[in-house]
């Protein structure tokens, strides 16, 4: 596969920048859908409970084996959806995040806080877009 070209517009005139996040990011090729991934190990299960950076770290490693699946990597993603179970675990999630993205040009991104998710042990749930040029016939 080659190398997949994104255009990252940081703050579109009129529109403040964002902190650790991109406003718009444009590409071509193909979509590639990550379903959203909690701090599940390979055995189903939970990892880090009660303690959000343990999650995070487990998450984006889900991330990342899933994009990998695709031929995608996180330079692929254009976009990130956060759901916590509370605002304040945000920076562990950030961590982990920084962790594996190119952090001048992170994705577009945005944060929930939801009241519950499927499994109470669980903090956080991570779900991911990605672009991948198409390859030439």
Same mark, same amino acid.
């Given at each position: 596969?080659?190398?997949?070209? +994104?255009?990252?517009?940081a703050?579109p005139?009129g529109?403040?920048?964002g902190?650790?996040?991109?406003?718009?990011?444009?590409?071509?090729?193909?979509l590639?859908a990550i379903s959203?991934?909690?701090a599940?190990?390979? !055995?189903?299960e939970?990892?880090?409970?009660?303690?959000? $950076?343990?999650?995070?770290?487990?998450? =984006?490693?889900?991330? !990342?084996?899933?994009?990998?699946?695709?031929?995608a990597? =996180?330079?692929?993603?254009v976009? +990130?959806?956060?759901y916590?179970?509370?605002i304040? =675990?945000l &920076?562990?999630?950030?961590a982990?995040r920084?962790?594996?993205?190119?952090?001048?040009?992170? &994705?577009?991104?945005?944060?929930?806080?939801?009241?519950?998710?499927?499994? &109470?042990?669980? +903090?956080?749930?991570?779900?991911? =877009? $990605?672009? +991948?040029?198409?390859?030439? &016939?």
């Amino acid at each position: 596969m080659t190398e997949t070209k +994104l255009t990252h517009i940081a703050a579109p005139e009129g529109v403040a920048p964002g902190r650790g996040y991109t406003q718009v990011v444009i590409g071509t090729g193909r979509l590639v859908a990550i379903s959203g991934q909690v701090a599940l190990d390979e !055995r189903g299960e939970v990892v880090g409970e009660d303690d959000p $950076a343990a999650q995070s770290r487990q998450v =984006f490693d889900n991330l !990342r084996r899933c994009l990998a699946a695709a031929g995608a990597t =996180f330079d692929d993603v254009v976009k +990130l959806t956060y759901y916590v179970t509370d605002i304040r =675990f945000l &920076p562990a999630v950030r961590a982990a995040r920084d962790a594996q993205v190119d952090v001048e040009r992170p &994705p577009a991104s945005t944060a929930v806080q939801v009241s519950a998710l499927f499994d &109470p042990r669980l +903090l956080l749930e991570v779900e991911a =877009f $990605a672009v +991948l040029r198409e390859t030439a &016939p």
